[in-house]
């Protein structure tokens, strides 16, 4: 698996020590959950080369304090997702409505990478705040 031009671009920038601990990491994974990010944090219509790049408005209506349902959210990110980022097979979105704060949203998104031939099951978590961003949680480095 490959990482995006501009990662790669990136790392001619980094000394020696930079280089060490960025092979130590899984590139792959975090290169799909910084794409990921990029894309979930992007409104569809922003992007003059591609209108339909982005998040399309989940917004149930002006003033509206309800909140989009959940099942409806998770399908339109789902495909978002299965369309912008082809590197994720398989792949499975739940969102889980946070009763505690009814601020922040938790997005669950699992599915399959190539590792060296082989497909290995990843699973990447993010919080939705309550002013439409989302933030990746860390990836663990096993």
Do not use: C
Not at 1 to 21: N, P
Not at 28 to 53: F, K, Q
Not at 94 to 107: C, E, M, P
Not at 111 to 127: F, V
């Amino acid at each position: 698996m490959t990482s995006r031009m501009l990662e790669r671009l990136a790392t001619l920038d980094l000394s020696d020590d930079q280089i060490r601990v960025w092979h130590q990491q899984d590139q792959a994974l975090m290169s799909i959950r910084n794409h990921l990010s990029s894309l979930l944090n992007t409104r569809a219509g922003s992007v003059p080369i591609d209108p339909e790049y982005g998040v399309p408005d989940m917004s149930v209506g002006p003033g509206s304090s309800e909140f989009p349902n959940a099942d409806v959210m998770a399908q339109a990110l789902l495909a978002v997702v299965a369309r912008y980022e082809q590197r994720l097979n398989k792949p499975r979105l739940q969102i889980v409505l946070s009763h505690a704060d009814n601020i922040s949203t938790r997005l669950i998104l699992d599915g399959e990478i190539e590792d060296g031939g082989a497909m290995r099951a990843i699973s990447l978590q993010a919080t939705i705040g309550g002013d439409g961003v989302v933030e990746f949680d860390p990836i663990e480095q096993g």
